[in-house]
Every structure is written in structure tokens, then in C-alpha cells.
């Protein structure tokens, strides 16, 4: 009898909810969805680089600087749990994610243009106050006015476009590439950093005006693109309301979200690492001038230099974050987050004893910024591995709720011990101890997940029906 012919084998397909990807269109959309991804970064870069130094052109002391910062925090942690309930519940042409970027980019990019005319504004809102008799305000203290509500609005809209981008990621890129996308998405992302450290911040304090409008429009090109060539594929309807109106919503979200201590520990993770972040915004007054009396020796850089080295910060993070996406895909996001964690806090308090001047910085940032490469990569891909596909925007903004609750509490408490210690060093010491504590819940995170199945037979807890209590550390 003759052999039957083989069977010819297909190209591979790649699968995420109903959407279905060729090589190619898979391609298309990491495309499209990197390309967005380096404008939002250098959107990211714009408002920690500069509000803080338009706040202290204008006199802000350390302490006020932290409490703009985190009122506009305490704004988006309001925004994130309505966010992520809404954007999971939303359908309609355009899918559960895309409307909400359509809607809220003119905002944000009209919130930037209006922190770029803060001198002018600042100025114009004194003359107002003035003709309403308000002659106790000068025009320092109304252009500092200015630049709080407009960062705010700017917090508002932003929070949603940042929040369902991230969603995105999880209903349009399959499991199976997650990391690859991640280390790319990382990679982009460092390149857009750079181009602003690199080409824009020394340019700020002159051209204020141009850089915020001409990122806007970047910006707003950039997710317009992702709105049209993106697409999403269909989504079971949601359940139903539950009866007892808003109050009722409110309580399942948290007895769903915070009562189970896998995902406290989640939460916690962002919570400490975001903490980290926060004295960094104020390494700016330690390389260049602190125009504080009484301060310590700062290491004198202009604000041109401190760029150049700032950039250069960026480029380590490039190559490492190519590496990381197979790596991560091989060993698992957990192990690669452990390792980056544990070299972060170590290079922390290395920079404080080791950095003296722009040499030294340059030396040890750049090693601080190549193993934070190690930890984002990772920490990106890691709650699309945790958290439950189906509700990912109301578990997400449940960890970015509790992360951004961070950026209320640390800014002004990093501001008031920077006032108390008169030295700028000391942010390095603030870093390492907050990603030590991050590293801890990294730790106990990694023993609930094996005890939850690990590598093979890991899944999301049930907060409803699963509250174990053998699974609390």
C-alpha cells in the first residue's frame, strides 16, 4: 500500500481571546503598539524632569515640590479603581480600551500646553487676582498655582490613557510572546527616555513652551495611530450589575481585589518599588545646584551636563531589555524580578558612598539604571502572569492604586527628611531602603506563587471562593 502524503503544516498561529495573528500581523501590532510606546515615554520623561524645576525657578521649597507632586497622586488614586471597572465593563465599536485613549487625549495634550505657559499664565492670573483686590499674591506663588491644577488635569486624563494602554497589552499580545514584547517595550521605551534627557531637557528652561507642545502632538499622533490600526478582538458581555448601586460595586471591588494575600503582596511590590522612584526626581538639585541655603556641596553640573549624563543612563538600559524578553520568557518573570530587585537596592547604597563627582555619576547611574532594566522588564510582564485575564483592568488598577498611593505619602516625606538632612546624597539611602523593602514582599510573592502551582499549574486565586488561609506568609 502507498504511504498517505504528510500533512502539510500551516504557518504558525498566535492566539489571544477571538483575535488570531500570522507572523506578519502579530509583527504589525507590536509595530504599532512599540511605536505608541516611545512617544508615551517621552511624555513620561516631560512632567518628573520638569515640573519639579519649574516649581523651583519659582522659589518651591523641597517639601512644597513633594506636595504638588503628590496631590495631583492623590487624584489618579482616586481615578484607578473607576478605571479599570469601567474600561473591563465597556463595549462598543471600538472595543473595552480604545474609546477611553480617543476621549481623553485632547485634554491631556491641552494640559501640556498649559504647563508650558506657566511663566505667562503665572503672570496673567496674578493681574486677575490683582484687579479682584487679591494684592498678598506675587507672581511666583500664582504661577506655582498654575502649574499644581494644570499637572493635576494633567494627572486626570493621563491616568486613563496610561491605565488601558496597559490593559491593552493583555487583549491584543498573546501569552506565548509576552516577554519578547516586554523586553521591547522596554527597549523603545528607554529610547524615548533618552531623546528627551538627551536633546530636550537642556533646552526646557528657554524653550518651555515648544518642548511641552511639540511632545503633545508626538503624543497624541502616537495613540491615534493605535487607535486605528489596533484592533480588539470581541469580548463576552459583563456580568451583570450587582443590585445596591455604587455602594455594593465598591465593596466586591475590594473583597475581590484586597482580601487575599497573593495579590496584597502584588500590590505591596508596586507599592515599595514606586516609593523608590520618588527621591530620583530630586537628583537633578544633587548633581547640579541646590539653590537651597544651608544644603551640602552639590556636584555643580549645569543643567546641559546633567542631561548628557541622564541620557546616558538610557543607553545601558537598551541592550539589557532586548535580553531580558527571552529570558523571561524561559525562566519566568518571578526569578528575573528577584535578581533585578536584589541588585537594585545593592547599587542604591553603592552610589552613596562611591558617587563624588560627574564621573563617578555617570559610572554608577548607568549601573543603577542597567539592573532597574532587569527588574521593568520583568516587573512588566509579571501581573499579566498574575493577575486574572478576564477582570486584568480591575486587579491591575487595584496594584496601581495602592502604587500610586506611594507617590501621595513618599513625595512630601522624602521633601521634609531632605529638609532635615540638608543633603541631597541622602536619596540614594531613601532608594535602597525602599527597594529593600520591595525586595522582602518579592520574596514572600515567589513562595505564595509556588505554593499556588508555580510554573506548571499556577493560577489566579478566587477571592470570592478561595480565601486559604495556609496560602498567608
Same mark, same amino acid.
Given at each position: 500500500? *502507498?504511504?498517505?502524503?504528510?500533512?502539510?503544516?500551516?504557518?504558525?498561529?498566535?492566539? %489571544?481571546?477571538?483575535?488570531?495573528?500570522?507572523?506578519?500581523?502579530?509583527?504589525?501590532?507590536?509595530?504599532?503598539?512599540?511605536?505608541?510606546?516611545?512617544? !508615551?515615554? =517621552?511624555? *513620561?520623561?516631560?512632567?518628573?524632569?520638569?515640573?519639579?524645576?519649574?516649581?523651583?525657578?519659582?522659589?518651591?521649597?523641597?517639601?512644597?515640590?513633594?506636595? /504638588?507632586?503628590?496631590?495631583?497622586?492623590?487624584?489618579?488614586?482616586?481615578?484607578?479603581?473607576?478605571?479599570?471597572?469601567?474600561?473591563?465593563?465597556?463595549?462598543?465599536?471600538?472595543?473595552?480600551?480604545?474609546?477611553?485613549?480617543?476621549?481623553?487625549?485632547?485634554?491631556? /495634550?491641552?494640559?501640556?500646553?498649559?504647563?508650558?505657559?506657566?511663566?505667562?499664565?503665572?503672570?496673567?492670573?496674578?493681574?486677575?487676582?490683582?484687579?479682584?483686590?487679591?494684592?498678598?499674591?506675587?507672581?511666583?506663588?500664582?504661577?506655582? &498655582?498654575?502649574?499644581?491644577?494644570?499637572?493635576?488635569?494633567?494627572?486626570?486624563?493621563?491616568? !486613563?490613557?496610561?491605565?488601558?494602554?496597559? !490593559?491593552?497589552?493583555?487583549?491584543?499580545?498573546?501569552?506565548?510572546?509576552?516577554?519578547? $514584547?516586554?523586553?521591547?517595550?522596554?527597549? /523603545?521605551?528607554?529610547?524615548?527616555?533618552?531623546?528627551?534627557?538627551?536633546?530636550?531637557?537642556?533646552?526646557? *528652561?528657554?524653550?518651555?513652551?515648544?518642548?511641552?507642545?511639540?511632545?503633545?502632538?508626538?503624543?497624541?499622533?502616537? $495613540?491615534?495611530?493605535? &487607535?486605528?490600526?489596533?484592533?480588539?478582538?470581541?469580548?463576552?458581555?459583563?456580568?451583570?450589575?450587582?443590585?445596591?448601586?455604587?455602594?455594593?460595586?465598591?465593596?466586591?471591588?475590594?473583597? *475581590?481585589?484586597?482580601?487575599?494575600?497573593?495579590?496584597?503582596?502584588?500590590?505591596?511590590?508596586?507599592?515599595?518599588?514606586?516609593?523608590?522612584?520618588?527621591?530620583?526626581?530630586?537628583?537633578?538639585?544633587?548633581?547640579?545646584?541646590?539653590?537651597?541655603?544651608?544644603?551640602?556641596?552639590?556636584?555643580?553640573?549645569?543643567?546641559?551636563?546633567?542631561?548628557?549624563?541622564?541620557?546616558?543612563?538610557?543607553?545601558?538600559?537598551?541592550?539589557?531589555? $532586548?535580553?531580558?524578553?527571552?529570558?523571561?520568557?524561559?525562566?519566568?518573570?518571578?526569578? #528575573?524580578?528577584? /535578581?533585578?530587585?536584589? =541588585?537594585?537596592?545593592?547599587?542604591?547604597?553603592?552610589?552613596?558612598?562611591?558617587?563624588?563627582?560627574?564621573?563617578?555619576?555617570?559610572?554608577?547611574?548607568?549601573?543603577?539604571?542597567? #539592573?532597574?532594566?532587569?527588574?521593568?522588564?520583568?516587573?512588566?510582564?509579571?501581573?499579566?502572569?498574575?493577575?486574572?485575564?478576564?477582570?486584568?483592568?480591575?486587579?491591575?488598577?487595584?496594584?496601581?492604586?495602592?502604587?500610586?498611593?506611594?507617590?501621595?505619602?513618599?513625595?512630601? #516625606?522624602?521633601?521634609?527628611? =531632605?529638609?532635615?538632612?540638608?543633603? !541631597?546624597?541622602?536619596?540614594?539611602? $531613601?532608594?535602597?531602603?525602599?527597594?529593600?523593602?520591595?525586595?522582602?514582599? =518579592?520574596?514572600?510573592?515567589?513562595?505564595?506563587?509556588?505554593?499556588?502551582?508555580?510554573?506548571?499549574?499556577?493560577?489566579?486565586?478566587?477571592? %470570592?471562593?478561595?480565601?486559604?488561609?495556609?496560602? %498567608?506568609?
Amino acid at each position: 500500500m *502507498e504511504s498517505a502524503p504528510a500533512a502539510t503544516q500551516g504557518p504558525k498561529l498566535y492566539r %489571544v481571546g477571538t483575535l488570531t495573528y500570522t507572523k506578519s500581523t502579530l509583527a504589525q501590532v507590536f509595530f504599532w503598539m512599540l511605536w505608541g510606546d516611545f512617544f !508615551y515615554q =517621552l511624555l *513620561e520623561s516631560v512632567t518628573p524632569a520638569l515640573i519639579p524645576l519649574q516649581l523651583r525657578w519659582e522659589g518651591a521649597s523641597d517639601t512644597l515640590i513633594g506636595f /504638588v507632586g503628590s496631590q495631583s497622586a492623590l487624584v489618579a488614586f482616586c481615578l484607578y479603581p473607576a478605571i479599570g471597572i469601567q474600561s473591563d465593563r465597556h463595549r462598543g465599536r471600538l472595543g473595552r480600551r480604545r474609546p477611553f485613549i480617543l476621549w481623553c487625549t485632547p485634554p491631556v /495634550v491641552l494640559s501640556l500646553v498649559l504647563l508650558g505657559a506657566a511663566k505667562p499664565g503665572g503672570a496673567m492670573l496674578h493681574h486677575f487676582l490683582g484687579w479682584l483686590g487679591g494684592s498678598n499674591f506675587t507672581v511666583a506663588g500664582c504661577t506655582i &498655582v498654575w502649574i499644581a491644577v494644570c499637572y493635576a488635569m494633567w494627572v486626570i486624563f493621563n491616568a !486613563y490613557i496610561q491605565q488601558v494602554y496597559m !490593559y491593552l497589552f493583555v487583549d491584543v499580545i498573546p501569552r506565548e510572546v509576552m516577554g519578547k $514584547f516586554f523586553g521591547l517595550f522596554r527597549a /523603545v521605551g528607554a529610547i524615548g527616555s533618552l531623546a528627551f534627557n538627551r536633546w530636550a531637557l537642556g533646552q526646557a *528652561e528657554a524653550y518651555t513652551l515648544h518642548v511641552y507642545t511639540l511632545i503633545g502632538l508626538l503624543y497624541a499622533s502616537a $495613540f491615534y495611530l493605535i &487607535v486605528w490600526k489596533v484592533k480588539e478582538g470581541d469580548y463576552t458581555p459583563p456580568p451583570p450589575k450587582k443590585p445596591g448601586g455604587g455602594l455594593a460595586v465598591a465593596r466586591l471591588y475590594f473583597k *475581590e481585589c484586597f482580601t487575599h494575600p497573593f495579590y496584597l503582596n502584588v500590590y505591596f511590590l508596586s507599592f515599595f518599588f514606586w516609593s523608590s522612584l520618588v527621591p530620583l526626581n530630586f537628583i537633578v538639585f544633587f548633581a547640579t545646584q541646590a539653590g537651597q541655603a544651608g544644603y551640602a556641596a552639590t556636584l555643580g553640573l549645569t543643567l546641559q551636563e546633567f542631561g548628557r549624563v541622564k541620557s546616558w543612563t538610557f543607553l545601558i538600559q537598551i541592550p539589557v531589555f $532586548f535580553l531580558m524578553g527571552p529570558l523571561i520568557d524561559r525562566f519566568h518573570p518571578i526569578r #528575573v524580578s528577584l /535578581v533585578g530587585m536584589f =541588585l537594585i537596592s545593592a547599587s542604591y547604597f553603592s552610589c552613596y558612598w562611591l558617587v563624588q563627582g560627574s564621573t563617578s555619576l555617570l559610572v554608577c547611574w548607568t549601573i543603577n539604571q542597567g #539592573v532597574i532594566a532587569i527588574y521593568l522588564g520583568a516587573g512588566a510582564a509579571l501581573t499579566p502572569r498574575l493577575l486574572p485575564r478576564e477582570q486584568y483592568g480591575q486587579f491591575f488598577s487595584a496594584n496601581q492604586t495602592l502604587g500610586y498611593s506611594s507617590m501621595i505619602v513618599t513625595p512630601p #516625606v522624602c521633601g521634609l527628611l =531632605l529638609g532635615m538632612v540638608r543633603d !541631597y546624597r541622602y536619596l540614594f539611602i $531613601f532608594c535602597g531602603f525602599c527597594t529593600t523593602l520591595a525586595f522582602v514582599a =518579592l520574596v514572600t510573592l515567589f513562595i505564595q506563587w509556588r505554593r499556588l502551582g508555580g510554573d506548571l499549574h499556577f493560577t489566579p486565586p478566587n477571592t %470570592v471562593a478561595d480565601s486559604s488561609p495556609d496560602l %498567608v506568609p
